[in-house]
């Protein structure tokens, strides 16, 4: 994949479990401040960010008066000189989304929400992008409009398989998964599954790890995403035969 500020700030936003949600403070007597708390987040196909928020949480509220909000994905973790990596800062607008195809794609990345999504305060909300600004370490600073980070139009023939995919991938190729987590991306451990795909990479979890393999060229259809996922596997067993 290309290495372009829009490339970047799509894999970080992909790769992202978790953000940190600046919105609008309502409380009163504090009326307006920024306020930051940290949030489970998902990624729709579209690229929009996908959050499963308690009505009870001041973040929610915050959005009920003001939905123009700002998300932080951090890519920085583990590195030595964390201002050498990459960040971004999304704003959007946030509404609530009853799609099941998104609220499936969110229960999918944490499996844990399952224990508390369906109570009648919790509600998934979809984040529209606007713009990010993408510091991708030291002198590569870019602002980026939503058109510069989001992909066209998701592949809609992908989008319908997917679920598909994903469990034949976690019935029948556990042993791809860990290859893939392991000869590709250095992670250890055995039991990793996917989560999602889409026309760029797919998504696997571990326990409370995640890691994001990528395509090298974009996927549009599940004949496009099984050639890739052979590929990808090859490359990983290979790559586990020489270490």
Known sequence: MTDTPGAIARGLIRAADRAVLASSLARPGLAGWPY???????????????????????????????PRVSLLFDGTAGVADPL????????????????????????????SAEAYAGFGDFHLYRVTLEAAHLVAGFGR?????AADVAPSAPPAALVVAEPDIVAHMNQDH???????????????GTGWRMTGIDAEGCDLRRAGEVARVAFAQPIS???????????????????????
């Open 174 to 188: 556990a042993d791809a998964l860990d290859a893939y987590a392991h000869g590709l991306l250095g992670r250890t």
């Open 221 to 243: 259809d599940p004949e496009g995403a099984r050639a890739e996922l052979v590929r990808l596997v090859k490359e990983a067993r290979a790559a586990l035969s020489k270490s």
């Open 36 to 66: 930051g708390s940290l949030v489970l987040v998902a990624t729709d196909h579209d690229l929009s960010p996908l959050l499963l928020i308690s009505d009870l949480a001041d973040h929610t509220r915050n959005i009920a008066q003001e």
């Open 141 to 145: 600073i870019h602002w980026l409009s």
């Open 84 to 111: 050498t990596a990459a960040r971004l800062s999304v704003l959007g607008t946030c509404a609530r989304d009853n799609a099941p195809g998104a609220r499936a794609r969110f229960l999918a990345r944490h499996p």
